[in-house]
Nanobody, 119 residues
């Protein structure tokens, strides 16, 4: 089992920046992927970006060039640095971790943090 906790959400003006953090605890040796998703009410959860073992990062086109994921594998922490924020970035942001034991894979979600971009 892995527990996941996000922090750093809040209210920011358009064009501003915000940094989210996610800490994983528990069976962290099995983690091979830590990702960020976001969700707006009544819409499906949207993938934002991922950091895999070996520091491979990928981003959704909607955030590429504005968001940066960094991962400290030793501390099981992943950050989401968001810059040039737009009102359409307003959402609840979730951290998701994937674990692997042999041929068995599991995923774990955090509770999410609210990010509101508004003047």
């Amino acid at each position: 089992q892995v527990q996941v906790a996000e922090s750093g959400g809040g209210l920011v003006q358009p064009g501003g920046s915000l940094r989210l953090s996610c800490v994983a605890s528990g069976d962290t040796d099995s983690i091979y992927d830590m990702s960020w998703y976001r969700q707006v009410p009544d819409q499906t959860r949207e993938w934002v970006g991922s950091a895999r073992n070996g520091e491979v990062t990928n981003y959704a086109d909607s955030v590429k060039g504005r968001f940066t994921i960094s991962r400290d594998s030793a501390k099981n922490v992943v950050h989401l640095q968001m810059t040039n924020l737009k009102p359409e970035d307003t959402a609840v942001y979730y951290c998701h971790t994937r674990t692997e034991h042999g041929n068995m894979r599991n995923g774990y979600w955090g509770a999410g943090v609210q990010v509101t971009v508004s003047s």
